[in-house]
């Protein structure tokens, strides 16, 4: 385990009671450096969505916690907040209740020169995901060879 999966681990632990306190799903917690600043990011979610209000409750909390616990030697700069309409699906969870939607495939090695597919989303499991890229026509993918999968964006 890296110092950084370490860290979100921890964080992650660390928030668990105040998400079942508040109702609140914990969708992922990342800690990335982004132009020489660490941050610290929680990305929660409810049923019928979060609120400024709802982050900030948690937010609070967590800052005390983590002032206490202290398990994070950098400076870093704590966000709470939605994980948005174009949220990437991270987890077996995620991507259980997101089977029938939209997404948006994002490989590390492309397939036939191409590394973004888009679809439905019809199966997955620990080795793949599957998408429905035209009527009756499905891909698979190897879940190694993919950087990112996302719920799709539609205007």
């Known amino acids: 385990m890296t110092k950084r999966e370490e860290y979100e681990f921890k964080a992650e632990q660390l928030v668990a009671p105040i998400m079942e306190e508040h109702n609140f799903e914990l969708v992922d917690v990342e800690y990335v450096k982004e132009v020489g600043t660490w941050y610290l990011r929680y990305y929660i979610d409810k049923e019928g969505g979060i609120s400024v209000n709802d982050c900030e409750v948690v937010s609070r909390a967590l800052s005390d916690l983590l002032d206490v616990n202290d398990f994070i030697p950098d400076a870093y700069i704590l966000e709470v907040s939605s994980p948005g309409l174009g949220r990437q699906l991270k987890k077996d969870k995620h991507f259980a209740r997101s089977i029938g939607e939209e997404v948006e495939v994002k490989l590390y090695k492309g397939i036939n020169k191409q590394k973004d597919f888009s679809g439905i989303l019809v ?5 793949k995901i599957v998408i429905e890229i035209s ?9 190694s060879n993919v950087a990112m999968v996302r719920l799709a964006l539609d205007f």
């Not at 199966?123 to 080795?127: A, L, P, T």
């Open 123 to 127: 199966d997955f499991d620990e080795n």
């Open 135 to 143: 009527e009756g026509n499905n891909m698979e993918f190897e879940r």
